[in-house]
């Protein structure tokens, strides 16, 4: 069963691109579905515990996880041989990490402005209709106090950053390079699905989501190294938090 799950090595055809494809929309699909099943079980089970902020704690580093987990098993099938080198990469460049945190903190302090100059111009409804329904009484990151503000702060400045990079900058980008186009197909597409998936932002936001996605792709291609591009979105992340904190 593997042989017929594994990628190519390398594309020789139109047919065999076409299946890469396929793969990857399948596998990125079931990822998906299934860490969101799973996550969503556990906290119905145990939810009922802790308070209303802890849950959303617990269910976002949960879902990360098995996304994480995840991933992991499906570059194991994509990847047979050298899986961890195919996915992580071969090596560390700390000219990468200093580009990396430059460049995200250029983002930050330069993009951000363009996305409030956008949302000024454009009615602020998101790419995603908003439903009718109330919304939780969720305590927002920088209001939370003591054990859950410490949570909250690693999740999301390393390890939603780092689930996310697993996806997009991993196994996926990495199963899309293997296509004849290449970069051409890698990069456009996990930057497409990257800015989609981030849709409940504002206009402005998604494209600076869009311009991150970006860096982050050439930044894998250029270096080949994940932890890179982790590095690079984490700090996007941290500098953003502090942005907001000293408003």
């Known amino acids: 069963m593997r042989r017929f799950i594994a990628l190519p090595d390398p594309s020789r055809s139109a047919l065999d691109d076409a299946l890469i494809v396929l793969r990857m929309a399948i596998a990125y699909a079931a990822l998906g579905l299934l860490a969101h099943q799973l996550a969503g079980w556990l906290m119905r089970e145990l939810g009922h515990y802790f308070h209303i902020d802890t849950q959303f704690l617990i269910l976002d580093a949960l879902f990360a996880a098995l996304i994480m987990l995840g991933g992991l098993g499906l570059a194991r099938v994509l990847q047979p041989r050298d899986t961890l080198q195919w996915m992580f990469g071969r090596r560390w460049s700390v000219t990468g990490a200093l580009i990396g945190m430059a460049g995200a903190v250029l983002m930050v302090w330069l993009a951000d402005p363009l996305a409030d100059w956008i949302d000024i111009r454009l009615p602020d409804r998101g790419v995603m209709p908003e439903g009718n329904a109330a919304p939780q009484a969720i305590t927002p990151l920088l209001e939370l106090s003591g054990g859950r503000f410490l949570a909250g702060l690693m999740l999301a400045v390393l390890w ?62 250029r270096y080949d190294q994940l932890w890179l591009c982790v590095l690079a979105h984490a700090t996007y992340n941290w500098v953003t938090l502090l942005r907001v904190a000293v408003q």
């Open 160 to 221: 939603v950053p780092m689930a996310e990079e697993w996806i997009f900058r991993g196994w996926l980008f990495r199963g899309l390079q293997r296509t004849r186009p290449g970069l051409l197909v890698a990069l456009p597409a996990t930057t497409l699905i990257f800015s989609l998936l981030h849709s409940f932002y504002s206009p402005g936001g998604v494209l600076v989501i869009g311009m991150l996605g970006l860096f982050l792709g050439w930044l894998r291609w």
